[in-house]
């Protein structure tokens, strides 16, 4: 299949943002340049991961001596809602960052999800029901080469490539966006409804 590539050279603006309520949001990542808008959808932990990742990946390059921020001044802080019209144009399956070191920008790339995505995030699903105390975290080496996936074939393809400001600032809004959802329960740490869960650490009773 033919994919569609949407790019973009250090857009206007490169966000995460949600439509919706909590406990039934939408979550988006959306670029912008002049009137050229692209909005694809993802996860509430894809957003999370993505965020600590970039926010790894900036202090990995301060770390091997590239200026560059890692804090927003509120005066900056991008609280605006999502640009319109929001069209979903995919939905992501896998996610990569990398860093540009001749135009020292940090590339991105938001790849749509395939029938083996969607396979391995329902047995990743299985296994987190399964036992939600059984989670390692596994350690991150960041590529800082340039990214380039200009295959012709493939599934579509959202790339950006920012600033590091603009990739701290992203990291900003992520983070307060992901914390805006619904609190998490005191015993099992899943989201909170508002009527209650079902607790696992109650043995399915409602919390």
């Known amino acids: 299949m033919t994919r569609r590539a949407y790019l973009f050279e250090t857009p206007d603006r490169f966000v995460a943002g949600t439509v919706g309520e909590p406990g039934a949001r939408t979550f988006f990542l959306q670029a912008r340049e002049g009137t050229r808008i692209a909005s694809v959808v993802l996860e509430k932990v894809q957003v999370a991961a993505l965020a600590q990742r970039l926010g790894d990946l900036l202090l990995?390059?301060?770390?091997?001596?590239?200026?560059?921020?890692?804090?927003?001044?509120?005066?900056?802080?991008?609280?605006?809602?999502?640009?319109?019209?929001?069209?979903?144009?995919?939905?992501?399956?896998?996610?990569?960052?990398?860093?540009?070191?001749?135009?020292?920008?940090?590339?991105?790339?938001?790849?749509?999800?395939t029938d083996e995505d969607d396979e391995e995030q329902a047995d990743e699903e299985d296994e987190e029901d399964a036992d939600p105390d059984d989670e390692e975290e596994d350690e991150e080496e960041f590529d800082l080469s340039d990214l380039v996936a200009d295959d012709s074939d493939g599934p579509d393809l959202l790339r950006v490539r920012i600033t590091p400001a603009a990739a701290a600032g992203f990291v900003e809004r992520a983070g307060r966006i992901v914390a805006a959802g619904r609190p998490p329960c005191p015993l099992c740490g899943r989201p909170l409804d508002p009527q209650g869960h079902l607790c696992p650490r109650k043995n399915g009773y409602l919390n």
């Open 60 to 113: 990995e390059l301060v770390r091997r001596g590239v200026s560059v921020p890692t804090t927003v001044p509120a005066i900056a802080q991008d609280v605006a809602p999502l640009d319109e019209p929001l069209v979903e144009l995919f939905r992501v399956g896998t996610l990569t960052i990398g860093w540009d070191p001749a135009r020292e920008l940090v590339v991105l790339e938001a790849l749509a999800m």
